[in-house]
């Protein structure tokens, strides 16, 4: 490309001595401007991710020195799964200024975290890529191979897709003979998880019956306690292992109520870094919960 | 308008049958049906059942809670307006109730809740108590209502400002969401736990403001009759302003700041007790304890989640209430 822009700035000075020559070099050069994304095989080099679902997949993904920094949130102890990975990346706080340091070539964040920041950086004429809200299990196989795409790690990602079905497949073969249990989940300010999300499509591959998809709920909607109660599910799921000070959304799976019916009812306990993203673990809170019932 | 005063018999025969209706009627109230006949049965057999957890541990302690939140809200109105010889004293409007928040959230996001069982409430007391000192400092010997008013106002943005900013260096993330209960209240998912942990702070308080009921009628005679009486007016002053941050201190401490029942109900009272103060006590208490619980069976009938807060009902019988309190007060006020 530099040769035939060299041979135009020359065609130029000669003036037009051999038009035909100037007009195909032109073209040349037009053409090759065009058409650089179909010759470049050239990955993101500088990908900054300013959440933790994004983190995750970034880490997971992505080479090393493709990644400039991933956000505070991959070291949670209660959220990241990858805390190991994260060595001495530089961690972020997603806000744009601390972002617009790494000069990246590449944003990602999940479409419902910091969408703030995003927007900003998008404004500002960065590329930002958002992945999606998950909703099943099909939802993250297709996200994976999306996130694969953007940094360029297509093959990996096929991979990773490929594993998790078959761990999946093997899961179901292995406890296709226990019985069905239903389940309900309780969560801080007395959220519950309903029809159409990828917790639902978990419990469903672990081989449990969502009571509160079963009562119409869909998405994440507030629960009454009474109503929990009534619903009589054999199993519930409570996020207790909130290890933070006191707030009264905390205070609703503390609720004495709760305590007393756990005492006649299992109870399922999943780390929330297993289940709180889209994302290869996520089977092993399958299994976490198939081997339970 | 004149309405006749009551005999006490006759006036307590009226409302404890309403009280004790409402409270059958809230504990009737939820979103789910139940066979109240069999939750007693279940209990006394000492059966854990479905029945006899709705009721025991979810809606009983609820429902106690309102009542006696209600109660402390009516007789704090009550006193505090016949300890300032105003119309208007009322602990959310004059800011004890956000200063009462303000010692409760600080208290309860910091992490010393889990110390002692005493400490939310103490939070609760200790902010109301600098809250109603302020008030009396700067409202002193006025009785102008006005004054009143505005150091209200004063008082109220500055415990708002400081709750809100209390949430914001909170580390739990819920924090800054949870405002809305402390600046509105609600007893919505509150239990057993939130019940006994304020029950002793109120009944405490109580006891400290009926004390005060001879007093309050010498104080309606201005203070030099008071003390030419033979009443320790500074005494009797400190034990009542206990009695009112105590029991408000600790109901706001679970519930939040519920706004306008201690403003409303010794106004509708005062009339049945042919406006002595020391009568008005007991009568706004059992009074305020009725509003409180046909507050919360509202909250409960128009959102079965509870996202309705008891203030937002309260205020919207109450603030209509003081606007008119207000404008029937005009010539006082130019």
Redesign the interface.
């Known amino acids: 490309m530099l040769y035939c822009s060299g041979a135009i700035g020359k065609i130029v000075r000669v003036k037009i001595n051999d038009g035909p020559m100037k007009r195909f070099c032109l073209f040349f050069t037009v053409l090759l401007l065009f058409s650089t994304p179909l010759f470049a095989t050239d990955k993101p080099r500088r990908i900054v991710s300013i959440g933790l679902c994004t983190d995750q997949l970034l880490l997971l993904l992505a080479d090393r020195e493709q990644i400039a920094s991933v956000s505070v949130w991959a070291l949670d102890e209660n959220m990241s799964y990858m805390i190991d990975a994260v060595g001495d990346l530089p961690l972020n706080n997603s806000s744009v200024e601390e972002i617009i340091k790494y000069q990246p070539d590449l944003v990602v964040a999940s479409a419902y975290a910091a969408w703030d920041t995003a927007k900003f950086l998008r404004q500002l004429g960065y590329q930002v890529k958002q992945i999606p809200l998950a909703r099943s299990i099909t939802d993250i196989y297709s996200l994976l191979r999306q996130f694969g795409e953007w940094t360029g790690n297509q093959q990996h990602a096929e991979s990773v897709v490929k594993q998790m079905q078959t761990e999946l497949a093997e899961i179901q073969q292995r406890y296709a003979g226990s019985p069905q249990k239903t389940v309900i989940v309780y969560s801080?300010?007395?959220f519950t998880i309903g029809a159409n999300t990828l917790e639902h499509d978990m419990f469903t591959h672990a081989g449990y019956i969502n009571l509160a998809a079963t009562m119409g709920i869909e998405g994440f909607k507030?629960?009454?306690?009474?109503?929990l109660?009534?619903a009589?599910p054999d199993v519930l799921q409570i996020d207790r292992n909130l290890s933070?000070?006191?707030?009264?959304?905390?205070?609703?799976v503390g609720?004495?109520?709760l305590d007393?019916?756990i005492?006649?009812r299992e109870y399922l306990d999943i780390p929330t870094r297993l289940r709180i993203c889209a994302g290869p673990m996520i089977t092993e809170a399958i299994e976490n919960m198939a081997q339970r019932r | 308008m004149s309405i006749r005063a009551l005999e006490p018999r006759v006036l307590y025969a009226i409302l404890l049958p309403i009280l004790l209706l409402v409270f059958l009627l809230a504990l009737n109230v939820?979103?789910?049906e139940?066979d109240l006949g069999k939750s007693m049965r279940d209990w006394f057999n000492e059966l854990?059942t479905?029945e006899s957890?709705?009721l025991f541990?979810?809606?009983l302690p609820r429902s106690l809670l309102a009542m006696f939140i209600g109660a402390t809200l009516g007789l704090a109105g009550a006193a505090l307006q016949g300890l300032l010889r105003n119309p208007l004293a009322e602990p959310g409007i004059i800011g004890v109730s956000n200063g009462a928040a303000l010692g409760a959230v600080i208290v309860?996001?910091?992490?010393m809740?889990?110390f002692a069982w005493f400490l939310l409430p103490l939070g609760g007391l200790i902010g109301a108590l600098i809250a109603v000192s302020i008030i009396l400092l700067l409202v002193g010997q006025s009785r102008s209502i006005v004054t009143l008013i505005l150091a209200g106002i004063a008082i109220n943005s500055v415990g708002g400002a400081l709750i809100a900013l209390a949430l914001n260096f909170?580390?739990?993330?819920?924090?800054m969401?949870?405002i809305v209960?402390w600046l509105l209240g609600s007893v919505a998912?509150r239990?057993?736990?939130e019940l006994f942990i304020a029950l002793p702070f109120m009944l405490v308080g109580w006891g400290m403001i009926l004390y005060c009921g001879r007093f309050l009628n010498a104080l309606t005679l201005g203070e030099e009759t008071a003390k030419s009486m033979g009443f320790d007016v500074s005494r009797l002053r400190l034990v009542l302003v206990l009695g009112v941050t105590a029991s408000v201190g600790a109901a706001v401490s679970v519930a939040g700041n519920i706004g306008f029942v201690g403003l409303v109900v010794p106004h509708l009272m005062r009339p049945f007790v042919a406006y002595e103060p020391r009568r008005l006590l007991l009568a706004s208490a059992v009074t305020g304890a009725i509003l409180l619980l046909v507050a919360d069976i509202a909250v409960q009938l128009l959102s079965?989640?509870?996202?309705i807060k008891l203030g937002v009902i309260t205020s919207l019988v109450g603030a209509p209430f003081f606007l008119f309190l207000i404008l029937k007060s005009r010539n006082v006020l130019q």
């Open positions: 801080p300010n007395g507030p629960i009454a306690l009474e109503t109660i009534a009589d933070r000070p006191d707030s009264l959304a905390t205070a609703y609720h004495p109520a007393k019916l005492e006649h | 939820g979103p789910v139940i854990t479905i957890l709705i541990d979810i809606r309860f996001y910091y992490g809740a889990g909170a580390q739990s993330p819920y924090a969401q949870e209960f998912n239990s057993v736990n079965s989640n509870g996202e």
